[in-house]
């Protein structure tokens, strides 16, 4: 029977890959601070939210102890901790990555309709799916999915496999925070009048003025339906299904004023106008992204 990888050993070869580790304890959990830095009495380690003179030797802080030290790793410091430890986790902020953390069958399908493919890694119920670049870590960003990048820990499963892909502009909109309080009836009144869809802007669309203006209704009527939240996510995925009917066009087909009129329904029902250009925006890229 093959033995397992010692842990410590597993840590090793991820830091001389470029890769952040510390262990972590039963519950996937990392170890807790010492007693010199309980409750922050250190002021907690440079690279945390709150910057201090926290020089510990001990892998406190969760994340932020994540190192690629071989010296640090193997101190008599962190050696009782290796013994006690059960896995080892990673920081992928910084090793240049973000984890989409899918919990669960149904958010595995959903990233398999939605994001581009990646490297991806199976977990006890999901899958993590890995790409390239850096970003805010959010939890709970839809229905079991987590991202995990920057300022968060993940436990290390294994390689994966598939080729890893750029970090997608669809995964970036998951994560921005909207405001969730509608806006007052007077704001909604106050936008400037849009000219709407029409064949003079779209002379290299394959579809009908019809179809594209019924399709383009339905989702306004998608985005005006969310009067109480929601209403910036429904824009990105209204903007992301219309632009990917016109990824087989010739061009142009007018996508901009499409756009201009999915951000007019998004404010409408209060949300920000910044945020709904830049989730209507990410949402027109994201189906050219996923047609390559």
Request: charged share 20%.
């Amino acid at each position: 029977m093959t033995q397992p990888i010692p842990i410590r050993r597993v840590a090793l070869a991820l830091a001389a890959a470029g890769v952040p580790v510390l262990p972590l304890r039963h519950g996937k959990l990392p170890f807790g601070n010492c007693r010199a830095c309980k409750n922050s009495a250190c002021g907690d380690r440079p690279n945390m939210k709150n910057p201090g003179p926290c020089r510990c030797p001990a892998p406190c802080h969760a994340w932020a102890a994540a190192t690629t030290d071989p010296h640090v790793i193997t101190s008599p410091a962190w050696a009782p901790v290796w013994r006690e430890a059960v896995a080892v986790a990673y920081h992928p902020g910084g090793a240049g990555l973000t984890v989409v953390d899918l919990d669960d069958t149904a958010a595995v399908a959903w990233a398999r309709e939605t994001l581009p493919a990646t490297r991806t890694v199976p977990t006890t119920r999901g899958e993590h799916w890995i790409y390239l670049g850096v970003m805010p870590s959010s939890n709970a960003v839809r229905p079991g999915v987590d991202i995990k990048s920057a300022m968060q820990y993940v436990r290390w499963l294994g390689p994966g496999t598939g080729r890893m892909a750029d970090l997608p502009a669809a995964v970036r909109a998951l994560a921005v925070k909207e405001d969730t309080t509608p806006a007052p009836r007077e704001v909604a009144s106050s936008l400037p009048t849009r000219a709407p869809w029409g064949r003079s802007v779209a002379t290299g669309c394959r579809h009908t003025e019809r179809y594209v203006r019924t399709g383009l209704e339905r989702g306004l009527a998608l985005v005006r339906a969310r009067t109480e939240s929601g209403g910036g996510s429904q824009a990105f995925g209204v903007a992301r299904f219309l632009a990917a009917q016109h990824t087989g066009c010739p061009g142009p087909c007018g996508l901009a004023v499409i756009g201009e009129e999915i951000v007019t329904a998004a404010v409408s029902v209060g949300v920000p106008e910044t945020y709904a250009r830049r989730a209507v925006a990410n949402g027109l890229e994201a189906a050219v992204e996923r047609a390559a």
